[in-house]
């Protein structure tokens, strides 16, 4: 894993190439779905929800297992890069598990009639938004850098036993929520004009939420390396 | 475009406000992740470097 100083500079080139290509990339993505995609026979546009919910809970579920395997590289080999990557991304992963609860939330109003049950997914999902709470709020009490950093990925190698409970708990347990939309086993119960445009939603999300960990990463170098340098004849 | 199709398009059969509130709260995520991290680089900037690029520009 490389320094601190090429990393930055690393992330400073490909930035805003990268903000662009995937603000554009999630605009075309979102007015696909959003516009151009059929219709569903049974839940009527309604369903367009799908088009941002499923992405972000990917994304939450995927910031979580990030943070796990960065968290295990921050512990073991004590690469310092590793515990700004955690810390980059707990707020992220957070913003997208709120994401796909609230949207989860405003899509159950016009199928299920109601806007919250403690279904297993629902629960579940709640409970990593609080594992992620749990881990950011590790980070702004711990004033050592260090051992936040540690303390954080503990907790993220911890917490990571919620993804595969999220991902059976429509299996495990009788649920409103339906199964799982992306399935590696089977294949997709949509139709491709409505699959493709979510998968290409799914990618846009993915491109976002790189560039928002990148920025986070960016500032969190600046953060810890203000006085050395290299920072100080980049910015002079 | 005529105006019943932007109508359709925004109302969506009545669930538009359903799909657009989510919408809103996708963009203000996103605004919101993208300027935090943003403001914070140039607090630092301005507060800690900008006697340095004064000098630079000298």
């Not at chain 1, 500079?9 to 554009?24: C, K, N, V």
């Not at chain 1, 839940?43 to 943070?67: C, K, N, T």
């Not at chain 1, 997914?121 to 709020?137: K, Q």
């Not at chain 2, 538009?16 to 992740?33: E, K, P, Q, T």
Request: with cysteine; net charge positive.
């Amino acid at each position: 894993m490389g320094s601190s100083p090429s990393i930055f500079r690393f992330i400073s080139t490909i930035f805003p190439w990268l903000f662009f290509f995937s603000i554009l990339f999630l605009m075309g993505s979102l007015f696909w779905g959003l516009f151009l995609a059929p219709t569903d026979y049974k839940q009527g546009d309604a369903y367009r929800i799908i088009f941002i919910h499923v992405p972000s809970a990917i994304l939450g579920q995927s910031g979580y297992i990030f943070m796990a395997v960065f968290g295990f590289i921050c512990l073991v080999w004590r690469v310092k890069v590793a515990g700004m990557i955690v810390r980059s991304i707990a707020p992220v992963g957070a913003s997208f598990t709120l994401l796909a609860l609230v949207s989860g939330s405003i899509w159950g109003k016009p199928t299920w009639g109601t806007w919250w049950v403690w279904d297993a997914r629902l629960t579940s999902t709640l409970i990593l938004f609080f594992l992620y709470i749990a881990i950011i709020s590790l980070f702004s009490v711990i004033e050592s850098k260090q051992k936040a950093d540690r303390a954080g990925s503990i907790l993220a190698l911890v917490g990571v036993a919620i993804i595969p409970i999220i991902k059976k708990s429509v299996d495990w347990w009788q649920t409103l929520h339906q199964s799982s939309t992306f399935s590696l086993s089977s294949s997709p119960s949509m139709t491709a004009d409505m699959y493709l445009p979510l998968l290409s939603c799914v990618l846009a999300f993915y491109l976002i939420f790189l560039v928002i960990v990148l920025s986070r990463m960016k500032l969190e170098i600046v953060q810890r390396e203000r006085s050395t340098n290299w920072v100080k004849d980049f910015y002079s | 475009m005529n105006n019943l199709t932007l109508y359709n398009l925004l109302f969506m059969d009545g669930q538009g406000l359903f799909v657009w509130s989510v919408f809103v709260v996708l963009l203000f995520v996103l605004i919101w992740n993208l300027y935090i991290p943003y403001k914070k680089l140039q607090k630092i900037i301005s507060t800690d470097f900008s006697d340095i690029s004064e000098r630079g520009k000298n």
